[in-house]
């Protein structure tokens, strides 16, 4: 149940899908609405939760310890960040939350998702958020563009990818991102009223039509 009365939004999809672009956008939109809006992203969203993130993406380390670190930070984003942003009207959009475990440590990862719940219920209780944008590309497209992200960023002097900016999921092979991306999907069909998918792989000025649809219809 949503503790307040502004609305809270979340963007999910593998990495490379192009949610970064449609949530600055869709943020504007709101904006342009008279609403406040903070944008937010996990992991992160407050001091400790960055530096719980630059851990978690960096170092190697178990599973268990991945996905406890996740729910820590959420912990500490909805405590300070999310909570008391809706109390106050305003609307959270935030770049991946809960969804983001099931899809990468449940699916990609391949950890219980009844631990996952377990964890879920301990830290958020029934919060969900109002909508969850997921944004769907088939996995060979979504590579490229992180290829070309890298290429685009910190490229060797010879010109190819800069394997060392990868982080730990960006780093990981196909079969990880296509259980990824199943998860997501898995997800979508078991809470079709909260999460739509949507073809990432669509001309940008349409991915915008249908997002100014779902913001009027919320
Ligand atoms: P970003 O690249 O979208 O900023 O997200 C950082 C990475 O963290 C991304 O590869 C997905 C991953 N992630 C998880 O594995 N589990 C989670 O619960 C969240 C929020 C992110």
Known sequence: MNQGRGKFITLEGVDGAGKSTHLAWLAERVRQRDIEVVVTREPGGTPLGEQLRTLVLGEPMHIETETLLMFAARREHLERVIYPSLAAGKWVISDRFTDATFAYQGGGREMDPRRIETLETW????????????????????????????????????????????????????AFFERVRDGYLRRAAQFPQRMKILDANRPLADIQVILENIVSSI
């Open 123 to 174: 830290v958020q209780g029934e919060f969900q958020p109002d909508l969850t944008l997921v944004f769907d590309v088939p996995t060979d497209v979504a590579a490229r563009r992180r290829g070309a992200r890298d290429l685009e960023g910190e490229s060797t002097s010879s010109g190819a990818p800069a394997q060392a900016s990868r982080d730990r999921f960006e780093q990981q092979n196909r």
